[in-house]
């Protein structure tokens, strides 16, 4: 497999890979967040110069909480049996911060969807990570691909 971001990023700090069954689902999902948020609002970039405002309202309606518990559930029968392992343990966590926008089982669902991008960038899988991106996004209809 290629070396992935998260190899790079270690290799360029001296930083040792970690096993990953020695995370929690909640640093998993702390990455994840921001890589569902880096690969959202790359694709909206790449589409082409919008006013930042813009730019800023379509990325968020997408990675808030409600539609990345959507996406989680639309993606369910796609999990592999480790990413199903991965969002339970991540929906089932015992996050210490309250959902600012979102139901409580709204909250757990993406927390449960950010821990298995977490998974996926930790150990190298870009590929899984945009295919399920992807697939998501054509299932919840959403038209930041046009």
Not at 13 to 36: M, N, Q, V, W
Not at 48 to 66: C, D, E, F, M, Y
Request: charged share 25%; with cysteine.
């Amino acid at each position: 497999m290629e070396a992935g971001l998260n190899e790079y990023l270690n290799g360029k700090f001296d930083i040792e890979s970690k096993d990953i069954r020695t995370y929690s689902p909640l640093t998993l999902a702390y990455i994840g967040d921001a890589i569902f948020d880096v690969i959202i609002r790359s694709i909206l970039v790449n589409k082409g110069n919008t006013a930042v405002n813009k730019l800023h309202q379509r990325a968020s309606s997408i990675v808030k909480a409600p539609t990345q518990a959507k996406m989680a559930a639309a993606l369910m029968e796609d999990f592999t049996e480790e990413e199903a392992d991965w969002y339970r343990r991540g929906r089932n966590s015992k996050p210490h911060t309250k959902a600012k926008n979102a139901t409580t089982m709204d909250y757990l669902e993406a927390t449960g969807f950010e821990a298995v991008v977490g998974y996926l960038y930790l150990t190298n899988d870009m590929d899984r990570i945009c295919e399920l991106v992807s697939l998501g996004i054509e299932r919840l209809g959403l038209d930041i691909l046009d």
